[in-house]
């Protein structure tokens, strides 16, 4: 995979949730090119000493940590109000920090399934606080990273048991949550024409982190097969980074919005429902309900429904 050239980015903030895998060699690229990082974490300590790490390898000194936890809607909600009172801007979101195919079903505080709201929902609630400061800030970029799961046969949106309190499975958690992501990018990149702000979701590719070693560990024989799977199939983090990279920062995708992305170029998805806009504005609706907002995003510039190049 290409290594991406990150344009000089002095002058520009960008937001990151998580801190290792993906998380890490996104801030590393950004942080290199001279952006300010910040990064969202649940666990300071850990998160603290990456930013030592990266601050030595980027010199670069204004990468910092703040606390936020995805599957604590309260944490997020204080998380925007206090970056809102900094009046400090953002110019790159990106939706990064998850977790797969949890063996068995857990719930948050908040009431839902832990991978739909550590995947999608929490970011979901994010997004949309975080909306007045990158309309101020724009031109900005938002990143959502998904995944080639939402295509596997386990992957739909479960409308009538969205927790999936019925019919759960590792699997089916993570599908469900990966494609909500992507139905996300498209129906807020309808709500958003005009403001100067673009939404993409990026497959960064079977990559080689700690949510593998998670997942096969409830196997017999998973780590020997995981050691076989990584050499033969997986690519590193930093190589995974780059289609986030490429998205966040890239000329080509300046004005680019409402797509899917996968090595570091536009994809086109297999699941029938990518192309079914009722069922993305239905989860849009769920979604506003779920996080507690009384009203979302309403387009400045009705957009053209037909657009079929996802």
Known sequence: MRKVEVPDLTGKVAVITGYRGLAYYNAKALAKANAEVIILARSLDKANECVTKLKDETNNQNISVQYMDLCKFDTIRAFAKSYIDSKKPIHILINNAGVMAIKERQVTEDGNEVQFQSNYLGHFLLTHLLLPVLKESAPARIVCL????????????????INLEKGYTP?????????ACLFFAYEMSKRLV??????????????????????MKFFPFGEGFYN?????????????????IYVATSKECETETGHYYSGCKKAISFNYLSYKPALHKKLYEM???MVGLEKGIEPEIIPDNNKKDN
């Open 146 to 161: 998904s995944s080639t799961a939402h295509m596997m046969p386990q992957a739909s949106i479960f409308k009538n048991d």
């Open 194 to 215: 005009g403001t100067n702000i673009t939404i993409n979701a990026v497959h960064p590719g079977i990559v080689d982190t700690g949510l593998w070693i998670h997942y």
């Open 228 to 244: 076989l799977f990584r050499k033969f199939f997986m690519i590193t983090p930093e190589e995974g980074a780059q289609t986030q």
């Open 287 to 289: 979604s506003l309900k």
């Open 171 to 179: 699997w089916r958690g993570y599908c469900q949550s990966k494609l």
